[in-house]
């Protein structure tokens, strides 16, 4: 009407380039800010981690497995001794089978060696508790610790040692070498041995003495935060208390031997072992994680994925990018916390908590890629690890019940009868909480905890088919003396 023209109104339509670089900038700053978002998450479970004391990567981790001053590590006497071990395979040529070798009843497989004829260390069979070893077998042992008579000095020197720690970099994380882990085993084997050969002397104070090593063994790695380490630990000192119970069945001590076994079956209760043991893991793990997230860890090392598997790797690829990767690594540090935890209390609490975290992770989702193929594996720990503590416990009632029958001509009527002389209280079943079961035979007695099957099954030790620690039976020390 003025004869200037109307003002065009903006029309988007004509402008969709605009729209489309604002839809992209929109998605881009969501992406970045969902992923800083992921990063933050994760980085408060690791800020919780270090809270409560634990290391968080393996480098930490080995830091944390502390290095005892020069002198007084046991790891370094164990290491000399393990150098002067004798397999005894130089003397293989010379091995004539015998003509029993394929007797069940004798040897766990046909032997194949020299080596293999003997029990504990080789494939012969130990003959029952209460009887003795076969005289040629008595002598292959005495020539074999005879051979070993050097490792076995260091190894009972090394056993007297309070702390160790073996030289293993743990910051190299999944792919730490260890080892001395089957020298350790082969340590305990040998004392055991030796535990054996003096029970068949009737030496209690030197069988006594073996016992006590083939502990230390066991002890010297219940420092080393790793899961196999510790159920190494554990093996080994299953060993030492089968050696003890033998030892019982076939002669008896003085109190001032069985106030020593005490003393040092006692100083195996260590829960934190089992904790350390997790943290270790959680931390292997961890650097799993943060490795591939930072593409530290190349896609041609993550097992079943080849360099040229080009699926895979796109897969893994996409799994990071997305942020899938994070979220993954979130859910195993939430469910990693709730193990940890678990471990940090007794049993039968700490079975129940793990039965708990068992079931979160058998719920987690297809995409939790490395949670479903790290975590499965870690719930059955409970139990082996309350197992080893109902050998503990069924060893501390039974050296309990030797002292009160040394003391008193006779024995309890009930455990109850040891505390508090020979026993501050009556051990607790880690299986199900309550006192240790107690029962008398025609001669001797059982001490044991109900198992698994949280049945009482009247100190059942085997099955019908020879199987421990299967539904049916029970945790046992038996004395039939």
Not at 156 to 172: E, F, I
Request: aromatic share 8%.
């Amino acid at each position: 009407m003025n004869g200037q023209p109307a003002p065009v109104r903006p029309n988007w339509k004509t402008h969709p380039l605009t729209i489309i670089v604002l839809l992209l900038v929109g998605i881009l700053a969501s992406y970045f800010i969902y992923r800083h978002s992921l990063t933050l998450s994760v980085q408060a479970r690791i800020d919780t981690i270090h809270h409560a004391g634990f290391p968080a990567t393996c480098a930490e981790l080995d830091k944390w497995y502390l290095q005892p001053p020069a002198g007084e590590n046991a790891a370094d006497v164990f290491r000399e001794a393990f150098a002067h071990y004798a397999m005894w395979t130089n003397k293989d040529a010379q091995f004539v089978a015998p003509a029993d070798a394929r007797d069940t009843n004798k040897y766990l497989l046909p032997p194949r060696s020299k080596h293999d004829l003997l029990p504990i260390v080789g494939m012969a069979k130990l003959p029952p508790r209460t009887e003795p070893l076969a005289a040629e077998t008595q002598k292959r042992v005495a020539v074999y610790l005879f051979d070993n008579a050097e490792s076995l000095r260091l190894l009972h020197r090394a056993g007297a040692m309070k702390s160790s720690r073996y030289p293993t970099d743990l910051s190299n994380g999944v792919m730490t070498l260890l080892p001395h882990l089957s020298s350790v085993r082969q340590a305990a084997r040998l004392l055991d041995l030796e535990a054996i050969q003096y029970t068949e002397k009737q030496q209690p104070q030197f069988a006594v003495d073996s016992v006590v090593a083939s502990l230390g063994v066991s002890r010297s790695l219940d420092q080393e935060p790793t899961l196999i380490s510790y159920l190494v630990h554990i093996a080994c000192e299953g060993m030492a208390l089968a050696s003890l119970e033998r030892i019982l069945n076939r002669m008896p001590l003085t109190d001032e031997q069985l106030s020593k076994l005490a003393a040092r079956v006692q100083e195996s209760v260590n829960q934190q072992a089992f904790t350390r043991a997790f943290a270790g893991e959680r931390c292997m793990h961890i650097d799993v994680f943060q490795g591939l997230r930072m593409g530290k860890i190349p896609f041609n090392e993550i097992p079943y994925i080849g360099q040229e598997s080009f699926g895979p790797r796109l897969l893994i690829a996409v799994y990071s990018s997305t942020g899938l990767l994070q979220l993954d690594e979130r859910e195993y540090l939430d469910v990693m916390e709730r193990y940890v935890k678990a471990t940090q209390v007794p049993p039968p609490e700490s079975v129940a908590a793990f039965h708990a975290v068992e079931e979160q992770v058998q719920h987690l989702t297809g995409w939790h890629i490395l949670s479903r193929m790290l975590l499965p594996a870690l719930g059955p720990l409970a139990s082996k690890a309350a197992r080893c503590d109902a050998k503990i416990r069924d060893a501390q009632a039974a050296l309990a019940i030797e002292r009160y029958r040394l003391a008193n001509g006779k024995l309890p009527t009930q455990l109850s009868d040891l505390v508090p002389t020979f026993l501050p209280s009556v051990p607790s079943d880690p299986f199900d909480g309550k006192p240790l079961r107690y029962k008398t035979l025609p001669k001797g007695y059982v001490v044991y905890s109900v198992g698994e099957d949280r049945e009482d099954n009247g100190g059942t030790e085997k099955n019908s088919k020879g199987l421990s620690y299967v539904p049916g039976t029970d945790i046992t020390f038996t004395v039939e003396r």
